[in-house]
Nanobody
Framework: QVQLVESGGGLVQPGGSLRLSCAASGTIFRVYSMGWYRQAPGKQRELVAKLTSDGSTNYADSVKGRFTISRDNAKNTVYLQMNSLKPEDTAVYYC?????????????WGQGTQVTVSS
């Protein structure tokens, strides 16, 4: 069974940096895409950044130039480097893998990690 485990959230001051990690474990035949989403209180979950198997990236306009998504294919791990953090980046961040496993192709989600940007 595939599981995603996130780490790296926390409290940071405005202008600071954090790095999130998400590692997938279990039997995985192929990863089609990896991504990060976030959900702030009272708001819908939104895409932050996405990285496809061919290396293409997609970022929300609000994080372009500040956040960078990257991966380690050998470890089935995706990272989100967040710089110049703003209070409006405060949210629960979820990683997402769309992959092919013994049960077929499906989306898998991490448990979520809280990021709080505050002075």
């Amino acid at each position: 069974q595939v599981q995603l485990v996130e780490s790296g959230g926390g409290l940071v001051q405005p202008g600071g940096s954090l790095r999130l990690s998400c590692a997938a474990s279990g039997t995985i035949f192929r990863v089609y895409s990896m991504g990060w989403y976030r959900q702030a209180p009272g708001k819908q979950r939104e895409l932050v950044a996405k990285l496809t198997s061919d290396g293409s990236t997609n970022y929300a306009d609000s994080v372009k130039g500040r956040f960078t998504i990257s991966r380690d294919n050998a470890k089935n791990t995706v990272y989100l480097q967040m710089n110049s953090l703003k209070p409006e980046d405060t949210a629960v961040y979820y990683c997402n893998f769309y992959l092919f496993a013994p049960r077929g192709s499906a989306d898998y989600w991490g448990q979520g990690t809280q990021v709080t940007v505050s002075s």
